[in-house]
């Protein structure tokens, strides 16, 4: 399984931006996706996830009520919906597949290439 990451950029605070993560083949419907960010010097870190059967969804305190994890089960895509964006919200985003309801990023076995994000004013 290959996942492709799409949607970064530069947006200014309080934009607005969608990622996507597109599976190169179907997903099943016990996997997890999930969504984790890194900023330059910091460790990568949990940002939402969702169970790919059902709309589950998890997320991490610094984005809840901003951004918006969704899947599309037919198109095989996740998506992260993010609303008023901030500085620190700049990062590369990294979608991830895995099949524990876990934030650990240490049990996600798929990853994505990653994609640029900067909230600059």
């Known amino acids: 399984v290959q996942l492709q990451a799409s949607g970064g950029g530069l947006v200014q605070i309080g934009g607005s931006l969608r990622l996507s993560c597109a599976a190169s083949?179907?997903?099943?419907?016990?996997?997890?996706m999930a969504w984790f960010r890194q900023a330059p010097g910091r460790e990568r870190e949990f940002v939402a996830l969702?169970?790919?059967?059902?709309?589950?969804?998890d997320y991490a305190d610094s984005v809840k009520g901003r951004f918006t994890i969704s899947r599309d089960t037919a198109e095989n895509t996740v998506y992260l919906q993010m609303n008023s964006l901030k500085p620190e919200d700049t990062a590369v985003y990294y979608c991830?597949?895995?099949?524990?309801?876990?934030?650990?990023?240490?049990?996600?076995?798929?990853w994505g290439q990653g994609t640029q994000v900067t909230v600059s004013s």
């Open positions: 083949s179907r997903i099943y419907s016990s996997a997890v």
């Open positions: 991830a597949r895995g099949i524990q309801w876990t934030r650990q990023s240490a049990e996600y076995n798929y």
């Open positions: 969702t169970r790919w059967s059902r709309a589950s969804t």
